[in-house]
Nanobody, 123 residues
Framework: QVQLVESGGGLVQAGGSLRLSCAAS????????MAWFRQAPGQEREFVAA????????VYADSVKGRFTISRDNAKNTVYLQMNNLNPEDTAVYYC????????????????WGQGTQVTVSS
């Protein structure tokens, strides 16, 4: 079993930056592909970014490509999402997810989820 805890969310003005962290309890963290999803009020859960087991391959949603960067530190059992140039459309609850063999953009293929951290971007 894997427990995920997100942190780093908050309120930021448009154009600002935040870095989200997801700490995992996995005994073999590097065995898990990690991802970030987000869900805005009234919307479906949306894929944001994913990263491979050792961090050499990343996948991004078109809406965040060039602005967000996903990374991981397996020694710390932590995955990060650096979010730059935030805009109000980025406002959502951001969730960390882990899976041993997920399809990156498909939320249904991930096995473990964090509770989420709120990101609010004001205009």
């Amino acid at each position: 079993q894997v427990q995920l805890v997100e942190s780093g969310g908050g309120l930021v003005q448009a154009g600002g930056s935040l870095r989200l962290s997801c700490a995992a309890s996995a005994r073999t963290f590097s065995d898990y592909r990690m991802a970030w999803f987000r869900q805005a009020p009234g919307q479906e859960r949306e894929f944001v970014a994913a990263i491979s087991w050792i961090g050499t391959i990343t996948v991004y949603a078109d809406s965040v490509k060039g602005r967000f960067t996903i990374s991981r530190d397996n020694a710390k059992n932590t995955v990060y999402l650096q979010m730059n140039n935030l805009n109000p459309e980025d406002t959502a609850v951001y969730y960390c997810a882990a899976g041993r063999s997920p399809t990156p953009r498909n939320s249904r293929t991930y096995d473990y989820w964090g509770q989420g951290t709120q990101v609010t971007v004001s205009s």
